[in-house]
């Protein structure tokens, strides 16, 4: 069954953002206990892990890009757009989890 458009804009944000900040702090509870600094490790993971909750939030690649492959050939401009929201939303939940990590962790690393 086909999700509404703009629960599933909302879950795709969420999603995202939950995976990002959930795995940074989790990540940084580990180094707690292995005497490693918290907060750097913190704002490490939520630098890399950016990508993974991207990919987690718009469900894998293969639907993306079956829909990509529907709206070019069979001419169904409306999955591109609806695909393109999609994967924005998601950008924009990673990108405000990260930036909430670094409010609270306050770091400045440049590697």
Do not use: C
């Not at 169904?76 to 939303?89: A, C, G, H, N, V």
């Not at 990590?101 to 590697?111: D, G, H, K």
């Amino acid at each position: 069954m086909k999700e509404a458009f703009f629960p599933a804009f909302l879950n795709s944000f969420f999603i995202s953002f939950g995976v990002l900040i959930g795995g940074s702090l989790i990540g940084g509870l580990a180094s707690f206990f292995t005497n490693q600094p918290p907060m750097t490790t913190i704002f490490r993971l939520s630098d890399s892990l950016r990508i993974w909750a991207i990919v987690a939030a718009i469900g894998g690649t293969f639907d993306t890009v079956y829909n990509f492959e529907r709206g070019i050939f069979h001419g169904e401009t409306r999955d591109i757009i609806k695909q393109i929201l999609l994967i924005l939303s998601a950008l924009g939940g990673a990108q405000t989890g990260s930036l909430i990590i670094t409010w609270l962790t306050q770091e400045n690393i440049s590697s």
